[in-house]
């Protein structure tokens, strides 16, 4: 193998950002371009001990996951849509297969029990958040999306998974540079005004926030644009100036002055109405948002009674949904505008039961914990780093009844996961991905660990249970047990079904099964599919 050299090889797999992955012998090769499925020409560019990367020169056969036609004209330049070339119900076998990948290398997560990925009813115009730089070019004003991996604009005419009004936002907002005479923002030398476009829509309550990133602090005129806004129908209803003046990446400043309108929108997630703010993290997928929330309610089956902590809150969503079912909530999040925002959104929502603490979530957690505030359920919605390990730390040391996890990345839930199962005093009974963003390889999930009863020290809990196995018992583990189900139903079922069904048949559980203490658990029950496959299961080991 040398530079340069052009191969031939299949796509196998895909990586985290949509590129391609072969192999060439025993090297992994890693593509810029490609679908499961391509046989492809591509040219080395790189090579390491153990692989190489290569861009690809022609695709040979096409792969039978592509789409027919192509569905955008920017899609190959544009970094937005990484697998927009693959046919929606394919995208969808993708990512699950991604998820079960990084639970399984990086997690050691044997079988994991993963639901179906739930899907999009609609995967086009989703996007609630537009975010948009400009430049000037050959005396032109570009408004669009950066190329994959530059920071070159490419201008767009109608992008498929944003809101069509945004089409009608930027033409008046190019009218509006034009006619007030506004410069356009130069990053290479850090001169001009306006640099970025934002619009955030409310999908519940008809409401748009447009805000306008300029270099410098000077309050822009806006009569024109509001005028247009109007007569064009657009319930614009906030306009806000970020004032961002230094030479960077980021996009947003702490400095906003309100130009028309309200500084905030409003959104609702089921009953419940929220303030959104300019700096305000949101998910951009109402309609998935709200089902994964539902989910991760269900998951806590919350009973009126219990202490929850919301670790990474953000502006309230998950915690105020929480306060409905729990006793008492605790919301913890650093960002100091976040936690003001939730208050805010407890108090117009008249919820008492909720408590907001601004920190590091690693020290906050512990200053709960140390004022005996000890939580049943645990909810954490880290950002795509994930969960600091001094965190998952004194989770460990709390020991509540339940997790529940929500990931926006599979690599780093995978590895917080074998954090919280490496004692043993916790199950993962089920995992649930969520499609949020169509037409990327970005997918979130919903990871319900559930705790053991293994009160007695390890080694003499083993020795006791030894002991005390009924014959019937020491036939098969429960590992064995899904393994067996798996492959001969193609049914996934949690230690809970098949511990309802053995108890059902007589057979006795260990000590250390997962048992709730709670009178009145609302526990889910076996369905009747699933409970013949574990009793076909039962009778295969010779258990009944």
Excluded: W
């Amino acid at each position: 193998m040398q530079l340069n050299q052009i191969i031939q090889l299949d796509i196998t797999d895909m990586t985290d950002e949509g590129g391609a992955i072969g192999k060439i012998d025993t090297l992994t090769v890693f593509l810029n371009k490609g679908v499961i499925g391509d046989k492809v020409k591509a040219k080395i560019t790189k090579i390491k001990k153990n692989y190489i990367t290569a861009d690809v020169q022609e695709i040979q056969v096409y792969s039978k996951l592509r789409e027919d036609k192509k569905l955008c004209d920017i899609q190959d330049l544009c970094g937005g849509c990484q697998i927009l070339d693959i046919k929606y119900e394919n995208q969808l076998k993708v990512k699950q297969n991604l998820l079960k990948q990084k639970l399984e290398r990086i997690g050691g997560i044997v079988n994991p029990n993963i639901n179906d990925i739930v899907s999009m009813q609609n995967p086009f115009r989703y996007r609630n958040k537009t975010q948009m730089p400009l430049c000037m070019k050959n005396g032109q004003i570009q408004i669009g999306f950066y190329k994959q991996k530059t920071h070159e604009i490419i201008p767009f005419t109608d992008c498929k998974i944003q809101n069509e009004i945004n089409n009608k936002i930027i033409e008046i907002i190019k009218r509006f540079i034009i006619n007030e005479k506004i410069s356009v923002y130069d990053e290479h030398n850090h001169t001009g005004n306006l640099r970025h476009i934002i619009t955030k829509i409310s999908q519940k309550k008809d409401e748009i926030m447009l805000i306008l990133v300029t270099k410098d602090s000077k309050k822009l005129n806006i009569d024109f644009m509001v005028t247009e806004f109007k007569k064009n129908k657009i319930p614009v209803k906030s306009i806000v100036q970020n004032v961002n003046t230094k030479k960077t990446n980021v996009i947003l400043s702490d400095k906003n002055i309100l130009l028309y309108g309200k500084e905030y929108i409003q959104d609702m997630i089921e009953n419940l109405t929220f303030n959104i703010y300019p700096n305000s993290f949101y998910q951009v997928n109402s309609i998935q948002m709200e089902k994964m929330y539902k989910r991760a309610l269900d998951y806590a089956n919350l009973q009126g009674t219990e202490t929850v902590y919301d670790l990474y809150c953000g502006i309230g969503t998950i915690t105020l949904l929480l306060s409905q079912k729990c006793k008492t909530v605790y919301g913890i999040e650093v960002v100091a505008q976040a936690i003001e925002s939730a208050k805010q959104n407890a108090k117009i929502n008249n919820i008492e039961n909720a408590k907001f603490i601004c920190g590091k979530v690693e020290d906050e957690i512990e200053n709960l914990v140390a004022k005996s505030n000890m939580p049943n359920v645990i909810v954490l919605d880290p950002a795509r780093k994930g969960c600091e390990e001094k965190v998952l730390d004194t989770i460990l040391n709390v020991k509540p009844e339940k997790i529940i996890y929500i990931s926006c990345n599979p690599s780093t839930l995978a590895r917080d996961l074998k954090k919280l199962l490496s004692t043993k005093e916790y199950e993962l009974q089920e995992v649930t991905p969520y499609d949020l963003f169509s037409h990327t390889m970005h997918v979130e999930t919903v990871a319900l660990l559930s705790k053991l009863n293994v009160d007695k020290h390890i080694d003499v809990e083993i020795k006791l249970d030894e002991l005390d196995l009924t014959s019937a018992e020491s036939k098969a583990t429960y590992a064995k047990i899904k393994e067996y189900i798996l492959e001969k139903f193609g049914l996934k079922v949690p230690t809970l079904y098949i511990a309802q069904i053995k108890k059902k048949c007589g057979i006795e559980l260990r000590e250390n099964y997962n048992k709730s203490k709670k009178e009145k658990q609302v526990i889910p029950q076996c369905t009747p599919e699933k409970e013949e496959a574990i009793m076909d299961a039962l009778r295969h080991f010779k258990m009944i």
